[in-house]
């Protein structure tokens, strides 16, 4: 069974960082589409970044350029590097995997964390 365990989050101040990491067990992160979403309080969930088994990644308007999707070391974890954090950043943080690329068959990814909470203060 693949299980995927989100770490890392926590609070802090507008301005600063965060590395969240999520550890897959029974998934192979390098060679499948891995990304992170994000759900606000009172909000949708929304896709941050995400990355393909190519290499290619994309993000979310709101955190380009702030934000970065990593291929960890490891065969098994993924990372979202975090900067510049905004209180707009404020949410649960969601790791997800499939072994297609979900948004081109219009639906969701197929395997997802419980998520990790990320609060970020003014």
């Known amino acids: 069974q693949v299980q995927l365990e989100e770490s890392g989050g926590g609070s802090v101040q507008a301005g600063g960082s965060l590395r969240l990491s999520c550890a897959a067990s029974?998934?192979?992160?390098?060679?499948?589409?891995m990304a992170w979403f994000r759900q606000p309080p009172g909000k949708q969930r929304e896709e941050v970044a995400t990355?393909?088994?190519?290499?290619?990644?994309r993000y979310a308007d709101s955190v380009k350029g702030r934000f970065t999707i990593i291929k960890a070391n490891a065969e098994s974890t993924l990372d979202l590097q975090m900067e510049s954090l905004i209180p707009e950043d404020t949410a649960m943080y969601y790791c997800a995997a499939d072994s297609f690329p979900w948004w081109s068959f219009g639906r969701e990814p197929q395997y997802w964390g419980q998520g990790t909470q990320v609060t970020v203060s003014s």
């Open positions: 990355l393909g088994n190519d290499g290619r990644t």
């Open positions: 029974r998934w192979s992160v390098r060679s499948s589409y």
